[in-house]
């Protein structure tokens, strides 16, 4: 049974703080790993992906893995309010990449 | 990345009828998925919708219940077959193409059943 888990929250941060989401996984088999953002009654949006160990950075969003550890990370530097959502990690594995989604982590952002 | 579209965006149905969605892409795709999002969950994978042949089910989901067809690289539609409210959930297609595993999601589909 692969498993995603995340620190379900909720979460808050003040505007301008950085915002640190965790999320574990059990397959060792794993290739790549997602953050999608959903916002309240929307799809989920893609955030990030990483498939290498160590840090990726877009703009205000850094994402961490490291394999060893079954660890992957996401940073929001310089929180907004509009960064206010549920943020889901997701793990590729097997032979079609399936997607196992973490049970997400809802963020606030406080003004 | 492609525009997915998705129809109905909502419907509320009867229990034990069955309702189809269909997933339209503007592009060829290599990978097509079905997920639902039950009430304030994640999501969870029903099946890879396979072009030319039968889909490939998740553990817990099965055809005669949620039977899927992909007559070609565009397109897709999930039934949810004999309807319960159990099944009252958000249905969401998702696409990626060879090479890559990102995967970019429709805008769902929103079922209540009463």
């Known amino acids: 049974q692969k498993e995603v888990e995340q620190n379900s929250g909720p979460l808050s941060v003040p505007e301008g703080a950085i915002a640190s989401l965790n999320c574990t996984y059990s397959?060792?088999?794993?290739?790549?790993f997602f953050w999608y953002r959903q916002y309240s009654g929307k799809s989920p949006e893609l955030i990030m992906f990483?498939?290498?160990?160590g840090d990726k950075e877009d703009g205000r969003f850094t994402a961490q893995l490291n394999k060893a550890s079954q660890y992957v990370s996401l940073l929001i530097r310089d929180s907004q309010p509009s960064d206010s959502a549920t943020y889901l990690c997701a793990v590729a594995s097997g032979s079609a990449r399936q997607l196992t989604f973490g049970s997400g982590t809802q963020l606030t952002v406080l003004p | 990345s492609a525009v997915i579209s998705q129809k109905p965006s909502r419907d509320i149905c009867q229990r034990g009828t069955s309702l189809t969605i269909q997933c339209q892409v503007d592009?060829?795709?290599?990978?097509m998925f079905w997920y639902r999002q039950q009430p304030g969950q994640s999501l969870t994978l029903i099946a890879t919708?396979?072009?030319?042949?039968?889909?490939?089910?998740e553990s817990g989901f099965v055809i005669d219940k949620f039977p899927i067809s992909r007559p070609n690289l565009t397109f897709s539609t999930l039934t949810v077959s004999n309807m319960s409210p159990e099944d009252s959930s958000i249905y969401l297609c998702?696409?990626?193409?060879?090479?890559?595993?990102?995967?970019?999601f429709g805008p769902g589909t929103r079922l209540t059943v009463l």
């Open positions: 998702s696409v990626s193409d060879r090479g890559t595993d990102t995967q970019y």
């Open positions: 397959d060792r088999g794993s290739q790549s």
């Open positions: 990483i498939y290498s160990n």
């Open positions: 592009s060829q795709v290599t990978m």
């Open positions: 919708a396979n072009q030319g042949s039968e889909a490939t089910y």
